[in-house]
């Protein structure tokens, strides 16, 4: 996700005729992004894409879910879609996931183009940075560890599958199953999603690690390379790492015991087996899109741990979206330092700026009430149950892709809400908020008043 930083403001361009025009960061981001959908809409309705034809509207839901690297299908991606389609969804995602910008930057790079103050600003807003003297050496990073990661995963799983697949086929799902890990899209050629691989190690460790390092973000393993020492880490790579590991343990052990008599999930399975599940269980949420156990089978416990996983997010700067982990993290310590009655929040002996807690209380605030638009409007325009409307809303906006079933079922409004919640989920309701009410210096200051709260 996305998000908008207060610094942003309108980007002034002199024109070589004098004329001045100004452009907007995330009003440019965001065109980008809708070009880019409307391009896979057109290509994934193509004959030779897809087995038989397939609605307009199909192709652009599928392709908006591609871009967002969501995963919520009206339309199964395994038998739908022929392999050039396949292909074409793998390259949307990767796109989306690593942003658009990413390869923007690249590629002007490549033909000896300049980077101008323009680019740069735009290009912050999609890598959520402060610095855009940076952006140019962040992008190509980016890409070399995208690549290198990427290359690990496709080698690692086309040889695992090439004795059940055969090596073409191997080659092709080891390819596509690693875009769609690393980049947290969920995407799987399969309609039961990985659920064949529910016990399976080599599967469960290279897909989890697959999207556990795209969400963890691309600004802490740099920064673990260039310090490669924890106390020398930055505050947010410090915050990153430790409330991964912490959610995680926790998510892994809650969803272990509540689903451990379940006979629909965990209980058939072997001791072994029913720790790889509910490993895999508790992080894919975040937002990685893919399942190994019938997510509509889960205990309704179980249900509410996922769908604060799936609201909390990854990390900034990663293919994950969400609010973030450190949106989280910062409201908490807001609320203990309030209570604490100390002035300041502080973490790793650090003041955490009133600014930045604003801005989480906004983003956090603003997600929880689209979310209730969302559901609010499905609860009128779907027949299911409250339950899966709320897992398929809050779902779409953290990009995720989990669903209880409902995706395939919309109605027609319901796909266009879906659509319009996926967008905006992966550029984040901050971005899209910044549109209507755009910065401006307010020159009169009034009496300050308190009120009461609670």
């Known amino acids: 996700m996305v998000l908008w930083h207060p610094s942003y403001s309108m980007i002034e361009r002199k024109p070589e005729a004098g004329r001045k025009a100004f452009l907007i960061p995330p009003l440019v981001l965001s065109t980008s992004f809708v070009l880019f959908i409307l ?40 038998t739908q879609f022929t392999l050039f389609g396949q292909t074409v969804i793998a390259i949307l995602i990767q796109c989306g996931g690593l942003g658009l910008m990413t390869f923007a930057i690249v590629t002007l790079m490549a033909l000896g183009g300049k980077i101008g103050y323009l680019e740069r600003s735009i290009a912050q807003e999609a890598f959520n940075q402060t610095d855009a003297s940076t952006i140019v050496a962040t992008a190509k990073s980016v890409m070399i560890f995208a690549l290198l990661v990427e290359s690990i995963g496709i080698v690692t799983l086309s040889w695992y599958w090439s004795a059940e697949l055969g090596w073409q086929t191997s ?22 999603s990985l659920m064949p691989y529910v016990d399976d190690p080599v599967v469960n460790i290279v897909i989890t690690g697959l999207f556990i390092t795209g969400g963890l973000g691309f ?42 008599g379940n006979p629909n999930t965990l209980a058939p399975l072997s001791e072994g087996g029913k720790v790889w599940a509910a490993w895999f269980q508790a992080v894919t949420p975040r937002t990685a899109g893919f399942n190994t156990l019938a997510i509509d089978q889960l205990e309704d416990a179980t249900t509410a741990i996922v769908l604060l996983l799936m609201f909390i997010g990854g990390g900034s700067m990663s293919t994950a979206s969400g609010v973030k982990v450190v949106t989280i993290v910062v409201l908490l310590l807001a609320a203990y330092s309030y209570l604490k009655r100390d002035e300041q929040v502080y973490v790793f002996k650090r003041e955490i700026a ?40 809050v779902s779409a906006l953290g990009t995720v892709g989990l669903s209880r079933g409902l995706t395939g ?46």
Not at 225 to 243: C, G, N
Not at 247 to 255: G, Q, T
Request: overall charge positive; glycine content about 4%; proline content about 3%.
């Open 39 to 78: 391009l896979g809409t057109v290509l994934l309705k193509l004959p030779i894409a897809t087995q038989e034809p397939i609605t307009w509207f199909d192709s652009l839901f599928t392709a908006t879910s591609a871009v967002t690297v969501t995963g919520l299908v009206v339309v199964d991606t395994g």
């Open 171 to 192: 080659l092709f799902h080891g390819f596509f199953y690693t875009i769609s890990a690393f980049n947290n899209a969920g995407f799987a050629l399969s309609a039961d």
């Open 219 to 260: 600004s802490v393993w740099m920064d673990l390379k260039r310090h490669r020492s924890w106390t020398k880490l930055t505050v947010y790579s410090r915050i990153m790492i430790i409330s991964t590991v912490v959610i995680n343990l926790i998510a892994l052990i809650a969803i272990y015991l509540i689903e451990y």
């Open 354 to 393: 009133q600014e930045t807690i604003k801005k989480a209380l906004a983003l956090t605030l603003i997600s929880a009430v689209v979310i209730w638009l969302a559901m609010f409007v499905l609860l009128l325009s779907e027949e299911a149950s409250p339950l899966d409307i709320v897992f398929e809303a």
């Open 409 to 454: 079922n919309l109605s027609s409004v319901g796909e266009v809400v879906i659509i319009l919640i996926m967008f905006m989920g992966r550029l984040g309701p901050l971005t899209l908020v910044y549109f209507l009410a755009m910065p401006r210096q307010k020159k009169i200051r009034f009496a300050a008043t308190k009120l009461p709260i609670g």
